[in-house]
Structure formats: structure tokens, C-alpha cells
């Protein structure tokens, strides 16, 4: 997925917000054809059911608002989003466990270990399967 810095920077500092507890959101991105990389448009944040710093859950009525305004803008939800606040920022096997619902859309983990030098990294997981995907940072 191609995203701007900006919105980067909103997934990012979510994250430093909802510290010391893990943050959850929505990436909506414009559908493209094969062998193009999705645009990022919005970044929706969503609230961990958990407020947890070791779990997420995204709340469901966020993610039927977030389906919705995609929609009607013409995107699709194309990554989920969260944080780990004390770990690398890799897929957990729960959510290797989650990403089974969500097929075909990216994975992005805040990682906060080190506040002072937080790393984004994105993946595609599919049928346990976890393969780092390079996020493709454009200009606004």
C-alpha cells in the first residue's frame, strides 16, 4: 500500500496517545487493479474494546462506520492498524488468529519499545502465513 506521511503520522501518534494501552484502527484505501499498490485516503481510528496494552479489539460499530464511509467514498478498507507497546512491532499469533477474518488486507503494528524511536512496519497474513510488505510512503 502506497501511504502519505501524513497519514502515517496520524497512525502514529494515535498510538503514543492511547499509550500505555494498545490503539486500533481502519486504513481506507482506493481499489486498484492488479499489480498496483492501494493508495491509502483515511485513516480511521477505532477504540480498543480491551483497553488493554497487551490486546486489541476493534469495537465493531467503528468498523461498520469506517465500512461505511469507505463506501461511499469509493474505498474499501484495505489495512488494520495497531499497536504494540511493548513488544517489536510482529504479528502476535493472536493476530495471526485475527487476520484469518480479514483477508487480503495489510496489517500495519505501531511498535513502541523504545517511545523515543517508534517503528511501523505491514504485513499481509493469510492462512498463518505472515510475509513483511513494504509500505510505499508518498507525497501529499
Same mark, same amino acid.
Given at each position: 500500500?502506497?501511504?502519505?506521511? !501524513?497519514?502515517?503520522?496520524? &497512525?502514529?501518534?494515535? @498510538?503514543?496517545? +492511547?499509550?500505555?494501552?494498545?490503539?486500533?484502527?481502519?486504513?481506507?484505501?482506493? *481499489?486498484?487493479?492488479?499489480?498496483?499498490?492501494?493508495? /491509502?485516503?483515511?485513516?480511521? %481510528?477505532?477504540?480498543?474494546?480491551? /483497553?488493554? *496494552?497487551?490486546? $486489541?479489539?476493534?469495537?465493531?460499530? !467503528?468498523?461498520?462506520?469506517? &465500512?461505511? +464511509?469507505?463506501? !461511499? /467514498?469509493?474505498?474499501? &478498507?484495505?489495512? &488494520?492498524?495497531? %499497536?504494540?507497546?511493548?513488544?517489536? *512491532?510482529?504479528? %502476535?499469533?493472536?493476530?495471526?488468529? $485475527? @487476520?484469518?477474518?480479514? *483477508?487480503?488486507?495489510?496489517?500495519?503494528?505501531?511498535?513502541? @519499545?523504545?517511545?523515543?524511536?517508534?517503528?511501523?512496519?505491514?504485513?499481509?497474513? !493469510?492462512?498463518?502465513?505472515?510475509?513483511?510488505?513494504?509500505?510505499?510512503?508518498? /507525497?501529499?
Amino acid at each position: 500500500m502506497d501511504i502519505s506521511s !501524513d497519514l502515517l503520522e496520524q &497512525i502514529l501518534a494515535h @498510538a503514543r496517545e +492511547e499509550s500505555p494501552n494498545e490503539c486500533c484502527g481502519v486504513v481506507g484505501v482506493v *481499489p486498484t487493479s492488479e499489480g498496483r499498490p492501494a493508495q /491509502a485516503m483515511r485513516v480511521r %481510528s477505532t477504540r480498543n474494546v480491551h /483497553a488493554s *496494552p497487551k490486546r $486489541f479489539e476493534i469495537d465493531g460499530r !467503528d468498523v461498520l462506520r469506517a &465500512i461505511n +464511509e469507505f463506501e !461511499d /467514498a469509493g474505498w474499501e &478498507i484495505g489495512a &488494520i492498524y495497531h %499497536s504494540h507497546t511493548h513488544t517489536e *512491532p510482529y504479528p %502476535s499469533q493472536t493476530d495471526i488468529n $485475527f @487476520a484469518a477474518s480479514w *483477508p487480503g488486507v495489510e496489517w500495519i503494528i505501531v511498535g513502541l @519499545a523504545d517511545p523515543t524511536a517508534p517503528t511501523i512496519r505491514s504485513y499481509l497474513i !493469510d492462512g498463518g502465513t505472515v510475509r513483511e510488505v513494504e509500505i510505499g510512503q508518498i /507525497a501529499v
